[in-house]
């Protein structure tokens, strides 16, 4: 009999966990065994995604000019993953958490989380809603109170939490066409916790509960802290749905209702937010629901982008064989960035900028860049464009990648010259570049597919901003740069290594490289040579130079004129074994700024804009030093945003982030933040043109 009682026992525990036997609750209400309270939301219908009607001057606030780059509808009726609308049906009756999870409840899961409470000055107190807890530590906590109470706990749809926040109504907030006081809460574009740039203010009290409840009954489910989301985040489909519960992968995870320090347009009740689910920071809480999951099946994942799509992964049998090595080549300028005028999400005609550029494997360049109406708002994302191999012409660009409503800053790509192809960037908790996490994913198929996103430097601060010139020393370590801001007054380039190959990473320098986005080579004898944009040292621009791998650091003035605001120097070493830099010279009207080549004819002459130059001697003089021009009488060409420039034999480009690689055929191909240029070792050593 004991032996049938526990046969018995174990299968309904086996029914239990499988998620088919749990208890459920009845009534309107509900209290659980950690005083949560949970409200019934009933079955019903509503129209998912961003609302037909002009939303309120205020609202559209963070966004930069966009009036004059033809997306003004798109921005006034909201962002471009609201769309299309469509009418979803919740099926079945579910609980919510009238409250998000705060930090006595969370920490009777997770003890050890009490040393989170009081991070960066957030969420201290008990009745704060819980914050620095990730997507997986969300879930494992609904495991382990479900299995505490028997009772099926989870984290909401993303279709679940907007019917919820809604209750009903179809404006912008459930408050309506505007958001009460109550719920702002340093309500702006926040540049914490950046030295220089974050303005104080008062502790931001995130005690769970005091804003008016939605008409359901439902707390603070426009701001205080995002909402982790069960569904994998991507574009909205056309059609009624049912149930609906996200795309079957992804590299983001939704999260809902927006935060703190956060502009009020992203608190609506149709913004949609994500990112990578191993993120902690102190915008991202959770709430609970009750009830089982969805049987849903998700929709599959969209269709890759134009980057990605038929990328070959045959390596051409000439891929070798270039221009003569001994003539000289150029080509150019050839334009990059392709992007149609009305564009306005995920791709931005108005604004881009910081491109990164490799060679893959299949002899393809493949260049990203970041996109966006204003640097420093959320809606900047990553975009591409292949140059495929044997073409003459750059494809349209394609988004790359996007960490919803979070401004993914600084890319950088490197090819590791075997088969794999790294792609680093700069993920914000929210706006601005002054929060920054650094990210890594790598391809072994040209491009064709990338993994998953993770996290490898992940405390947010204002020194994880990557810099293009990533290079690989001769002890085997992967060195990334990256703009650093310690202090208001320690500013530069630091120096991250992995001497894994990538899995782990540290910080090498304990003084910082003088200059941001600096270019930083390895010399023949060991030591780390970089150029950097101010810290200039007698009106030059400064070079430093380290004996411990980065560690510290001397500086003195190189021969080259400074560089400022809108532009970005590169220096690597060519195949041929000489240092190669590109950067630029002023006008005439800046004399600290110019520079001056030998032509043809054997006479010095000023030149301005963009140029490139040789060492044969590991930096200590740059005998050849040649504009990046046709050479030819003059003609008008796009920079930067699509401003124009001359280009002659006096001018090149004056502004623009430069990346570069040496092909495996010899050629240098160089790219602007809008312009390609290829030539060859023997093109810069041939002085240009006498002036005609």
């Not at 798109?74 to 958490?97: A, C, L, N, Q």
């Not at 749905?241 to 009740?269: I, K, M, N, W």
Request: aromatic share 12%.
């Amino acid at each position: 009999m004991n032996r049938i009682l526990w046969a018995f026992l174990l299968i309904g525990s086996i029914f239990l966990l499988s998620g088919d036997g749990w208890n459920q609750p009845s009534g309107k209400d509900y209290t659980n065994s950690l005083g949560q309270d949970f409200v019934r939301i009933e079955a019903g219908e509503f129209l998912k995604g961003v609302n037909d009607r002009l939303l309120p001057e205020e609202l559209r606030e963070p966004f930069d000019n966009h009036e004059e780059h033809g997306g003004t509808a798109h921005r006034r009726y909201g962002d471009f993953d609201e769309w299309p609308r469509h009418k979803v049906t919740i099926s079945r009756p579910f609980y919510m958490g009238t409250c998000e999870v705060t930090n006595a409840e969370y920490e009777q899961f997770d003890p050890g989380h009490r040393d989170l409470r009081g991070k960066q000055g957030f969420s201290s107190g008990d009745d704060e809603a819980v914050v620095f807890v990730s997507w997986q530590d969300a879930m494992n906590f609904c495991k382990w109170i479900s299995e505490k109470e028997g009772i099926p706990y989870r984290l909401p749809t993303e279709a679940e939490w907007e019917y919820a926040c809604r209750a009903g109504t179809l404006t912008p907030f459930h408050t309506g066409d505007s958001l009460p006081e109550a719920f702002h809460k340093n309500s702006c574009q926040y540049w914490f916790p950046h030295p220089s740039r974050t303005e104080i203010i008062a502790e931001i009290d995130l005690t769970v509960g005091k804003t008016p409840p939605n008409p359901w009954g439902l707390f603070d489910l426009h701001g205080n802290v995002e909402e982790w989301c069960a569904d994998w985040y991507g574009p909205y489909e056309a059609g009624d749905q049912v149930d609906p519960v996200g795309r079957a992968d992804g590299d983001f995870r939704v999260t809902r209702g927006g935060s703190h320090s956060t502009e009020l347009y992203y608190l609506r009740s149709a913004n949609r937010m994500g990112t990578v689910p191993e993120e902690r920071n102190w915008q991202i809480g959770f709430r609970l629901v009750i009830g089982k999951m969805p049987p849903s099946q998700p929709i599959p994942v969209p269709v890759l982008p134009l980057n990605q799509q038929n990328v070959t992964q045959a390596v051409p049998a000439d891929i070798q064989n270039g221009p003569d090595p001994d003539q000289p080549y150029f080509r150019g300028p050839r334009q990059y960035v392709n992007i149609p005028p009305q564009s306005y999400g995920p791709l931005f005609y108005h604004h881009n900028h910081d491109p990164g550029l490799v060679e893959c494997p299949n002899g393809d360049l493949l260049a990203i860049w970041y996109t966006c109406t204003s640097e420093k708002s959320r809606e900047l994302g990553l975009v591409a464009s292949r140059l495929r191999y044997g073409q003459e012409q750059w494809e349209p660009a394609s988004p790359f990648w996007d960490a919803p409503d979070r401004n993914d800053h600084a890319p950088a790509l490197w090819f590791d010259g075997d088969k794999t192809i790294y792609h680093f960037v700069g993920l914000s908790v929210a706006s601005t570049w002054g929060n920054l996490a650094i990210i890594m994913r790598t391809s072994t198929d040209s491009g064709a597919t990338w993994s998953k996103a993770r996290i490898i430097l992940p405390e947010h601060h204002a020194s994880h901003m990557p810099i293009e010139s990533v290079f690989r020393s001769r002890e085997g370590w992967i060195f990334l740069p990256s703009d650093a801001s310690r202090t208001k007054t320690e500013t530069g380039s630091t120096l991250y290594v992995s001497r894994d190959n990538g899995t782990t990473w540290s910080e090498a320098c304990e003084q910082l490289i003088a200059g941001i986005h600096a270019g930083v080579v390895q010399l023949n004898d060991g030591r780390l040579m970089a150029l950097g944009r101010g810290n200039d040292i007698d009106n030059r621009m400064p070079k430093s130079l380290s004996t411990d791998m980065g560690k510290t650091w001397t500086y003195s003035a190189s021969p080259f004129p400074p560089i400022s605001g809108g532009q970005r120097l590169v220096l690597i070493r060519l195949q041929e074994g000489l240092l190669f830099l590109a950067s630029f010279a002023g006008s005439e009207r800046e004399p600290e700024r110019t520079i001056l080549i030998t032509d043809a004819s054997g006479k010095q002459r000023p030149v301005s804009g963009l140029f490139g130059a040789l060492s044969y001697d590991d930096g200590e003089t740059w005998p050849v030093i040649r504009l990046i021009s046709d050479d030819g009488p003059g003609r008008y060409v796009e920079q930067l945003d699509g401003r124009l420039f001359l280009m002659n034999y006096e001018k090149a480009e004056p502004k623009g982030y430069l990346s570069v690689c040496q092909t495996a055929d010899g050629i240098i191909q160089l790219i602007s933040s809008r312009q390609h240029y290829a030539f060859n070792k023997k093109w810069l050593e041939t002085p240009p043109p006498a002036v005609p």
